[in-house]
């Protein structure tokens, strides 16, 4: 208690500065992702669909709205997107007829859909193709049904499946066995479906985290560098006791933050434990380069290299497939682990086998 | 109480001192000169255990250091030549952080009477305002804290003015008289060395402080 309280002592007058690094990640996780999300609407290309009364192409629509590149609007009436077309709020226009379905059901192949572009569309093409495989699916889906209605009335005289039930039924079927879309796992173990292409909040806190811990911790260089280490030779309480409850106490208060940030930011499948053992790997990362750096010039510039590396190496990690005999090394880069949902199990073994040693050395080197 | 026999220190192939006796009771105050490099920080570092010596036996209370360093501590006090303050605490709470951490149990007021002592009254100040004499007065009063039986102090007097200069002397006059203290320090001011010092021991082999001495004292 009386170590807290002489810590407590030194670390009083920077306690503002120390509220805000431990607030920082979240404000930063926060501001980051609104940006994006408020941004990315804006990076998606404005495309405008007329469905005409009586035109069945739901379907069509919905795959149009799950292209992350289209950013899709829907009228009934030609004038107004066309007028838009015009003035370029449109990079492209597409008109489904009253009688499209028909034009499908009767085998037509040709100018079933209008569209219309302008001299700077520059995805007209791309969003064609598009429409193109929807349609070519949906014609799919007429054969489809027309083969089993066929086959009902030929085999068991009777016409009771409508169109909807056979294509209710096929992507059932679909979505059972589509080798595409199927996930193999070794018995037992659960694989985490792949996270949405948006962006993922527990990435930035982590970086955030990890480059607002040189902010708390910099006093560590500044206390190692001084002539006042040398006198806790003389003190109840060495300088290596001293600094580690430091840590600890400064850890336990962080993960109040993160506590608070978890209920903000993250969503169910996020593990709160993984979490904190992340806080924990990182504080005792940041806590040791501090403890070797001779300034705190050189802390900030470790600080921005340790950034960049792990920045650099998570990027590789996602697209370099690992040999078979070193998939382990990912299990060494913090962030990686935090984001895959996994605990860090290795890290947090060598942190505790990195302070054992550290505390067993002598506390003071001496010549 | 002090007793340092045979002692050398080497670094590598280079010799500072050999066979260095020396003997001190408590209550004395001694003064080490020496020409530069002649190894007086360095005794004064061995003593306070912050280094090791390469050959000899020092035993402080007939205590040998070599089995009873962590012990011994708790008897020693060092006072360093630079400042060992938190420059942004103020001088009351650089007192109180120590006293905090200090084996001794030491009230609010006895930190006010040691401060009183070396007449230093602005406890609130931050050590960064204090003017250097100030600073070294502090230096001397946190290592006091924990009421030693060994105060080494190594220059503390350097680069301050001459009214601090001549307080902290008559104070460790004082001290070593009252508490009873040994008293080990180093200096390069013959006056000073003059004024305080009860004994005077030459660290080296530069005929002229011998010299100096004779005619000085």
Redesign the interface.
């Known amino acids: 208690m009386k170590v807290i309280l002489a810590r407590w002592l030194l670390l009083k007058g920077k306690r503002f500065k120390l509220l805000i690094s431990m607030l920082l990640p979240l404000i930063v996780t926060i501001v980051i992702t609104s940006i994006y999300h408020y941004t990315s609407d804006d990076f998606r290309v404005p495309v405008a669909v007329v469905v005409e009364e009586d035109a069945e192409v739901t379907s069509i629509i919905e795959g149009l709205k799950d292209a992350d590149y289209i950013k899709l609007d829907v009228y009934d009436d030609i004038n107004e997107p066309l007028r838009n077309l015009e003035q370029y709020q449109y990079d492209s226009l597409f008109v489904f007829d009253a009688d499209f379905n028909e034009k499908l059901q009767n085998n037509e192949r040709r100018n079933i859909i209008e569209s219309y572009y302008t001299d700077r569309s520059f995805t007209y093409d791309a969003v064609k193709e598009l429409i193109a495989s929807l349609v070519q699916e949906e014609v799919g889906q007429y054969r489809l049904s027309q083969q089993v209605q066929t086959l009902q009335e030929d085999w068991l005289g009777e016409n009771n499946l409508s169109f909807n039930d056979i294509v209710d039924t096929k992507k059932e079927i679909e979505e059972e066995t589509n080798l595409v879309n199927q996930k193999f796992n070794f018995q037992g173990q659960v694989m985490e479906e792949s996270p949405e292409s948006s962006l993922n909040p527990l990435l930035i806190y982590g970086y955030a985290v990890l480059i607002f811990a040189f902010f708390t911790f910099d006093f560590v260089t500044r206390e190692t560098n001084s002539e006042t280490k040398h006198r806790f030779l003389y003190l109840s309480v060495s300088y290596k006791t001293f600094m580690l409850v430091s840590f600890l106490s400064l850890t336990i208060l962080m993960y109040g933050f993160d506590i608070i940030s978890y209920f903000i930011l993250m969503d169910s499948k996020t593990n709160l434990l993984i979490l904190l053992t992340y806080r924990l790997v990182i504080n005792a990362f940041v806590f040791f380069t501090a403890f070797l750096s001779r300034n705190i010039l050189s802390l900030y510039v470790n600080a921005l290299l340790i950034f960049i590396l792990l920045l650099v190496t998570q990027f590789l990690l996602s697209i370099i497939r690992l040999p078979n005999g070193l998939t382990w090394l990912a299990s060494f880069h913090p962030v990686e682990e935090l984001v895959s949902n996994q605990h860090n199990i290795y890290l947090v073994a060598l942190v505790l086998i990195i302070f054992f040693i550290w505390l067993r050395r002598d506390n003071l080197v001496r010549s | 109480m002090l007793e340092v026999k045979s002692l050398s220190k080497k670094?590598g192939e280079k010799t500072v001192f050999e066979d260095l006796e020396l003997s001190a009771e408590a209550g004395e105050i001694i003064g080490l000169v020496g020409e530069n490099g002649a190894g007086k920080s360095t005794l004064l570092k061995i003593l306070?255990?912050?280094?090791?010596p390469s050959s000899g036996e020092i035993s402080l209370m007939n205590q040998t250091y070599r089995k009873n360093e962590k012990k011994l501590?708790?008897y020693?006090?060092?006072v360093?030549q630079?400042?060992?303050?938190?420059e942004?605490?103020t001088v009351m709470?650089n007192m109180?952080?120590?006293q905090?951490?200090?084996?001794k149990k030491v009230s609010k007021e006895d930190l006010k009477a040691l401060l009183s002592s070396v007449n230093l009254q602005a406890d609130q100040v931050k050590v960064s305002n204090l003017s250097g004499g100030m600073k070294r007065k502090l230096n001397l009063a946190?290592?006091l804290i924990?009421d030693?039986k060994l105060l080494l102090l190594d220059e503390p007097t350097a680069g301050i003015d001459l009214r601090s200069r001549i307080e902290i002397g008559a104070f460790l006059k004082k001290l070593a008289l009252e508490k009873n203290i040994l008293i080990i320090y180093t200096s390069h001011d013959m006056n000073e060395i003059e004024q305080v010092c009860s004994r005077v021991v030459i660290i080296g082999e530069d005929p002229f402080y011998s010299k100096i001495l004779k005619d000085f004292l």
């Open positions: 670094y306070a255990t912050l280094s090791l501590r708790e020693i006090a060092y360093p630079d400042i060992a303050l938190f942004e605490l709470e109180k952080f120590f905090k951490l200090s084996r946190v290592s924990s030693p």
